[in-house]
Every structure is written in structure tokens, then in C-alpha cells.
């Protein structure tokens, strides 16, 4: 993770945070697409489509059992069906940014990357809050909702 807060700090200072913002969001979409379609050929799950919510829930506790480390300190749960909860009551990242002086200026990678786990899946869904910046800035605390459509 420290490469990628330098990496993140190199392009804020050579290309601005709008450029630098965007570059970091694709290369995390890119690889979290990646990075789903692995996990799921570990889980042998390889062209088999998401029909419903425990499959869903499956995948998604998988994937935080193999990507996961400690010093990460996300929560994430399943309130009632078809529901995804995560966040943090302590963000690494805006942490990490907060150290640079550029806390102002983030806009949230992790996100992305759940995000570009389920379009990895094909499954729809809607996040509330739909956000670009950053929660633990904006409203002190970060916890997303994903909501699913599934059997």
C-alpha cells in the first residue's frame, strides 16, 4: 500500500488532483476487475453467473478472506438480504492523504475497487450514498450500502 500512496503523491504533484484522481480510479477499476475474475477461478466459479444473494455473499467473503490485511480495520456485514454493508472507523487511506496535506482533494479508491468487483460479477446493484469525494472527510465516518437485486 505505501507504493501506491507514493504513486498517488507522485501523480498529485506532477499532474493535479483532477488528473491524479482519475488515473488513480481507472488503474483501481482495471484491477479490481482483474483481481475478481482470479478470485473467483480460485473459488472454481469460473463463467458461472451470480443467480443470488448467499452466492453473492460467498464471493464476497471470500474475497475479504484472501485480500484483506489487518492494518486495513474495514468492517462490512450483510444486515438482511440483499444488502452489503462496509466502511471504516478508521481509513487507511484518508489517513495516509490526511499525512500529505491532501485530504481535500481525495477522492475515494476503495470504493472503486468494491465497485469494479461487482460490475467484475455482472451483478447490478445501487450505492447509497453515491459519492465521489470521500465519507470519512465529508461526513466524518464511512459506511456504504450496496443493494441487490437478487434471488
Request: proline residues 3%; glycine residues 8%; hydrophobic residues 40%.
Amino acid at each position: 500500500m505505501t507504493h501506491d500512496a507514493m504513486w498517488y503523491y507522485h501523480c498529485l504533484q506532477e499532474l493535479g488532483p483532477e488528473r491524479a484522481n482519475k488515473i488513480n480510479k481507472d488503474a483501481v477499476a482495471s484491477m479490481s476487475a482483474i483481481e475478481i475474475k482470479r478470485i473467483l477461478k480460485l473459488m472454481g466459479r469460473v463463467d458461472q453467473p451470480v443467480k443470488t444473494f448467499d452466492e453473492l455473499r460467498e464471493i464476497i467473503d471470500s474475497v475479504y478472506r484472501l485480500i484483506l490485511p489487518e492494518f486495513m480495520k474495514i468492517h462490512y456485514g450483510f444486515p438482511e438480504n440483499n444488502v452489503f454493508r462496509g466502511g471504516f472507523h478508521e481509513c487507511f487511506a484518508y489517513e495516509g492523504v490526511k499525512k500529505f496535506a491532501m485530504a481535500d482533494i481525495y477522492q475515494c479508491g476503495i470504493v472503486v475497487r468494491i465497485k469494479g468487483w461487482l460490475n467484475g460479477l455482472g451483478v447490478k446493484y445501487e450505492m447509497v450514498p453515491e459519492f465521489t469525494g470521500c465519507l470519512m472527510r465529508d461526513q466524518g465516518k464511512c459506511e456504504i450500502d450496496f443493494r441487490f437485486n437478487l434471488d
